[in-house]
C-alpha cells in the first residue's frame, strides 16, 4: 500500500510540475511574441522584456494565492532563488505567508526569464518574416553607392 501512495504522490508531482511549466513556457512565449512585434531586435526589446517577466510573475495566481506558492515551491527548480536576491533571511515565522509570496515570485521570474533565454533566439533571428526591418540610412545608402 505504501508504494501504492509514494507512487501516486510521485504522478502528482509530475502532473504539476508538468502543468506549472508549461504556464511559465507559456508566459515566456508570448512576452517575446510581443516583444517581436515592438522592437527590432532582443537588445532594443530587453529593458521591456524585463518589465513584461515582472508584471506578468507579479499578476499570476502562481504568486497570489498561498496554496499555489507550495505548488511553486514543489515544482520549481528555481524555488531557492529569493537567495540570489539576498532576501532569504528577512522572514521571521509570524510573516510565512509573505514569505511563501516572495519565494514563489523570485521562483516564477527564474523561471520566466529561463524560458525567455531559451527561446530568445526563435523569435529574434534575422530571417523573421515578422521582424521590423532596419531602415537603412539614406546617408550611407548613397555612401555606399559613391564608394562602389
Same mark, same amino acid.
Given at each position: ?5 509514494? +507512487?501516486?504522490?510521485?504522478?502528482? +508531482? ?8 508549461? /504556464?511559465?513556457? /507559456?508566459?515566456? &512565449? +508570448?512576452? @517575446?511574441?510581443?516583444? =517581436? +512585434?515592438? !522592437?527590432? %531586435?532582443?537588445?532594443?526589446? $530587453?529593458?521591456?522584456? %524585463?518589465? =513584461?517577466? !515582472? =508584471? ?10 498561498? !496554496? *499555489?506558492? @507550495? %505548488? ?16 532569504? *533571511?528577512?522572514? /521571521? ?6 514569505? @511563501? ?23 529574434? #533571428?534575422?530571417?523573421?518574416? $515578422?521582424?521590423? #526591418? #532596419? ?7 548613397? #555612401?555606399?553607392?559613391?564608394? &562602389?
Amino acid at each position: 500500500m505504501a508504494d501504492k501512495d509514494e +507512487k501516486l504522490i510521485e504522478d502528482g +508531482k509530475r502532473a504539476l510540475r508538468r502543468s506549472y511549466y508549461a /504556464s511559465m513556457e /507559456s508566459f515566456a &512565449r +508570448k512576452i @517575446l511574441e510581443e516583444a =517581436q +512585434k515592438n !522592437h527590432e %531586435d532582443y537588445d532594443d526589446a $530587453r529593458e521591456w522584456i %524585463d518589465e =513584461q517577466v !515582472h =508584471q506578468t510573475t507579479d499578476g499570476t495566481s502562481w504568486v497570489i494565492y498561498t !496554496h *499555489q506558492n @507550495l %505548488d511553486v515551491m514543489v515544482a520549481s527548480n528555481n524555488w531557492l532563488s529569493i537567495e540570489d536576491q539576498g532576501m532569504g *533571511q528577512e522572514f /521571521s515565522d509570524e510573516n510565512i505567508t509573505g514569505m @511563501l509570496n516572495v519565494v514563489a515570485f523570485w521562483a516564477v521570474r527564474s523561471d520566466i526569464e529561463e524560458y525567455i533565454e531559451r527561446y530568445k533566439d526563435e523569435y529574434f #533571428k534575422e530571417e523573421n518574416p $515578422r521582424r521590423k #526591418k #532596419k531602415r537603412k540610412n539614406p546617408q550611407d545608402q548613397l #555612401k555606399n553607392r559613391l564608394l &562602389r
